[in-house]
């Protein structure tokens, strides 16, 4: 790792509360890998940071494909050391359990689940080795509480919280910082206009939500924040 800048990686780094991220770590002057399937959104974002956007390295990058992942990885682990991965690309349907496709299921947890877990995998053995990182998941309130028209998505989110607890215990003598972050009704892409037009006054922000994680990854004594639940202090939708 000698000689490396390190670096924060964010998944679904172009929008929503990773969008927000960026713009944090961005102009906190921490060097940011965003990644997200569409790289023009991507470059959107380096542009609006202007004076910050040496900042901001974007990359296409799709965390279903763990092929893609690894070769993501290993390209930028040579410049790069990973101190901190941000595993927020997610994805849902609104939808009752009968009317799920498989399909739909399908891309849910891959999305979710096994492409955090993929990106976990990736830069795990180097914090190993290094003896430190930071690793944080933007879950759901869906971990904490049962909403209806959400079957798949409860699964996945609460499925990568289980897989994260115990990645904790296994790695505590490693220095390795664990912090699942679970948000209630936030202002993201994620929601219909409907929603979005008859809730957002009371929903949260993701630029609130950004600078809260950039406070959890900072702290640096030999303590850890692990398990956060953030809802709008109105209550859930």
């Not at 919280?161 to 699942?180: C, F, G, S």
């Not at 993201?188 to 009371?202: A, C, E, F, H, Q």
Request: aromatic share 8%; net charge neutral; charged share 25%.
């Amino acid at each position: 790792m000698d000689g490396k800048q390190k670096a924060v990686w964010i998944t679904g780094a172009s929008s929503g509360i990773g969008k927000a991220l960026s713009y944090e770590f961005a102009k906190s002057g921490f060097n940011v890998l965003g990644t997200a399937r569409r790289i023009e959104l991507l470059e959107e974002i380096k542009s609006e940071l202007k004076e910050f956007s040496n900042n901001f390295h974007p990359f296409q990058l799709d965390v279903t494909g763990y092929n893609s992942i690894e070769k993501f990885y290993n390209e930028i682990s040579k410049l790069y050391q990973v101190d901190c991965l941000i595993n927020n690309a997610g994805m849902t349907s609104f939808k009752n359990a009968v009317d799920n496709s498989i399909d739909e299921i399908q891309k849910i947890v891959e999305t979710n689940l096994l492409g955090s877990i993929y990106t976990i995998k990736t830069v795990l053995p180097d914090m190993i080795e290094q003896c430190g990182g930071t690793i944080i998941n933007i879950l759901s309130v869906v971990t904490q509480k049962i909403f209806t028209a959400s079957s798949a998505y409860s699964a996945s989110k609460s499925g990568l919280q289980a897989y994260t607890k115990v990645l904790r215990e296994e790695v505590r003598d490693k220095n390795i910082h664990i912090i699942n972050v679970s948000p209630g009704a936030t202002v993201t892409p994620i929601w219909s206009d409907g929603v979005l037009n008859k809730y957002s006054d009371r929903m949260m922000k993701p630029e609130n939500i950004a600078r809260l994680i950039l406070k959890l990854y900072s702290e640096k004594d030999n303590f850890v924040t692990e398990e956060v639940v953030i809802r709008p202090i109105k209550g859930d939708l």
